[in-house]
């Protein structure tokens, strides 16, 4: 798959002017400013009450000690809201005459001849954003250890290499990187969208591991573009999704960036979405000009490191024995493996490329890998265990009655922060045996965390009921649309005629349980008979007398990702191919019987192709699949 991104991408960018890659018009400029300022001027410590819509509206900066709990901070943003719209109200009632200091001051954020309709619309639109100065030039810092290695791959996939300012936006190039929606590492990969790239179960995690996870980033990026024909689209669709940009570029024109940017509605493009693609600009201001805006800062040199592969499956306190270093400097340069490997569920996999500086190690690493003795390496992994889980189990009392850790089990099972389980569910369990002693083994996969999350309350958007994003900037900013299916066109998304588009994977049965109500309902609603099923593009109305569109969406979306997820732990893209259909071919019978290939993989690598009415001669890409040993 590398290889054909690398055509496309290539053959696309080269068609480019360097001039037109990251376009930057004069309607954008007031949002790149602000958010140039939120990366180089506001501090942790403190943010700003602004317009939502109008970034260059700053009502005012907000002290926000690092001290003060989640609830005073809100209570202080709130306070401050409240009095700004009564402000903004008695201004839009007209009143320009005798005004109060604070009336005059607020007015003069405004244009000279601002109606009163924009100033009452401004009273809604009022959200604080933290100020991300001191995190910003952290990672301006961290990014040394490996820019060199973010540009050399993009410059082989041919994706601009100024786009390795994004991990700034994303996570401040923190390969700790961590947020409550379940993405991970300086690429903030959520589980689903990092399989179709990467390897992430149970025992391996490449999301964690900054060059695995940045070459990953740049085949999406390509592809992203391959598809959307411009990078400002293409970087939009990296945070909201390829199908909801898409579906914004047939609204409003394949080039029509900027009106996408200001004026599109969909459902779930908020402040997120529309301000993805300008934070990315003004990340690569800052990236681009270190010395005017952080003069005398010196980033981190990149580590010289030895790589070996491993032939077999080694326990983890063997591989330190053998090495001679601590399990704590092992996984500082092996982010990818899991909690499951350090405390001694799993073996390090065999296949698996360790990777250290060679200033750690007494002599070549594979000389040292290869001096294992014969006792110390194994032909199979440990098995898997599972625990059915009972009504009323937590995770951790399942922790404690199988002696492990619940970070093992989230490990194991891939859940997110909210650790959510059900009764029935199916959990892997540690393998039994005795667990490795405690000194050569640690349980963190890396140098131990800042006692506070990794990244920290950042981005609070108090337009709806003052609601408080967990996260950094990227925590905002990935809480658009269809999270984990980044690649997906598909539109989960209920119409404003309360219908749906039946994709693959979906019965009425599904629908039914969603709205939890009966599938005769739907049935009777849709005037479709007993045992007639629905097919893939047809259109059903829905009954949300009992549960309302955000919440069904929600319980889709979350049924598609679990599909999915399922899916990659037991196949790989191992390459791509290009078939061009000929008379009498079928997509169904194409991706299905030829290929072996689910429709829903299939309309990821062919958003543009109607399933219904393809054309001989139409080319479509078809992933091909191989089975993968996950131990």
């Known amino acids: 798959m590398r290889a054909i991104l690398l055509l496309v991408a290539s053959a696309i960018f080269s068609t480019a002017a360097a001039d037109e890659i990251f376009p930057q018009p004069p309607e954008l400029q007031a949002d790149v400013d602000f958010w140039t300022d939120i990366f180089t001027r506001i501090g942790n410590d403190e943010g700003v009450l602004h317009d939502n819509r109008d970034l260059a509206v700053v009502y005012e900066r907000l002290a926000m000690p690092e001290k003060l709990g989640r609830g005073e901070r809100q209570r202080r ?3 401050r809201r409240k009095l700004l719209q009564a402000t903004l109200r008695t201004l839009a009632a007209g009143k320009r005459d005798n005004l109060t200091a604070e009336e005059a001051r607020v007015l003069a954020l405004w244009p000279d001849n601002v109606s009163n309709a924009t100033l009452q619309g401004a009273v809604n639109r009022i959200r604080f954003q933290q100020g991300l100065r001191d995190r910003f030039r952290e990672g301006l810092i961290r990014s040394g250890r490996w820019r060199d290695h973010v540009n050399r791959e993009f410059a082989a996939l041919g994706v601009p290499v100024e786009i390795a300012a994004l991990p700034h936006v994303e996570s401040s190039y923190n390969p700790d990187a961590r947020s409550h929606v379940g993405a991970s590492g300086i690429w903030q990969f959520t589980r689903s969208t990092g399989q179709r790239f990467m390897r992430v179960d149970h025992v391996i995690d490449e999301r964690n591991d900054p060059f695995e996870a940045t070459r990953a980033a740049g085949q999406l990026l390509a592809y992203n573009y391959s598809i959307t024909g411009n990078w400002p689209m293409a970087i939009t ?9 898409r579906r914004a570029m047939r609204e409003f024109g394949d080039t029509a960036y900027v009106d996408i940017l200001r004026n ?12 993805f693609y300008v ?21 981190e040199s990149p580590i010289i490191y030895t790589e070996a592969e491993l032939a077999n499956y080694v326990p983890v306190a063997e591989i330190t024995r053998v090495l001679g270093i601590s399990a704590r400097q092992l996984a500082t340069h092996n982010p990818a493996l899991q909690p499951t490997v350090w405390e001694g569920s799993k073996y390090l996999p065999r296949g698996y490329t360790l990777r250290l500086p060679a200033s750690e190690l007494a002599s070549s690493l594979a000389e040292l890998i290869g001096a294992l003795p014969a006792d110390a390496i194994f032909q199979n992994q440990l098995p898997d265990m599972f625990h059915t889980v009972a009504r009323g189990d937590t995770l951790s009392q399942i922790a404690d009655a199988y002696d492990t850790r619940v970070s093992t089990l989230v490990a194991l099972n891939g859940l997110n922060s909210s650790h959510f389980i059900r009764a029935g569910q199916k959990l892997r369990l540690p393998a039994a045996g005795p667990m490795p002693a405690a000194e050569t083994v640690v349980v963190a996969t890396r140098p131990a965390p800042e006692p506070e999350p990794v990244i920290e309350p950042a981005i609070e958007d108090i337009e709806a009921g003052a609601e408080e994003f967990e996260g950094g900037l990227a925590e905002t900013l990935r809480s658009g649309e269809q999270t984990a299916l980044l690649t997906d066109p598909s539109d989960y998304s209920v119409a404003d005629d309360n219908t749906i588009e039946v994709h693959p994977l979906e019965t009425l049965g599904h629908f039914g349980d969603w709205l939890e109500i009966k599938t005769q309902r739907l049935r009777d609603l849709n005037g479709l008979p007993f045992r007639a099923p629905v097919t893939v593009g047809q259109r059903i109305k829905l009954d949300l ?10 319980r889709r979306v979350a049924y598609h990702q679990a599909q999915q997820d399922r899916f990659f732990r037991e196949h790989l893209i191992s390459g791509v191919v290009e078939h061009e259909i000929r008379m009498g071919e079928s997509i169904w019978i194409l991706a299905l019987r030829q290929y072996d290939v689910p429709i829903w993989l299939f309309r990821q690598y062919n958003p543009g192709v109607d399933l ?10 078809i992933p091909l699949l191989a089975d993968v040993d996950r131990n």
């Open 612 to 621: 219904h009415k393809v054309r001989p001669g139409t080319k479509v890409q």
């Open 279 to 299: 934070a990315f600009l003004a990340a690569k201001e800052v990236d681009q000009n270190v010395e005017k805006y952080f003069p005398g800062l010196t980033a």
């Open 545 to 554: 007398g009992t549960v309302d569109a955000a919440r069904f969406e929600e």
């Open 264 to 275: 599109y509605k969909g459902r779930t493009f908020g402040f997120a979405s529309r301000n």
């Open 77 to 79: 943003i709130e306070k």
């Open 237 to 245: 669709a990296y945070n909201h999704g390829l199908g909801g940009v």
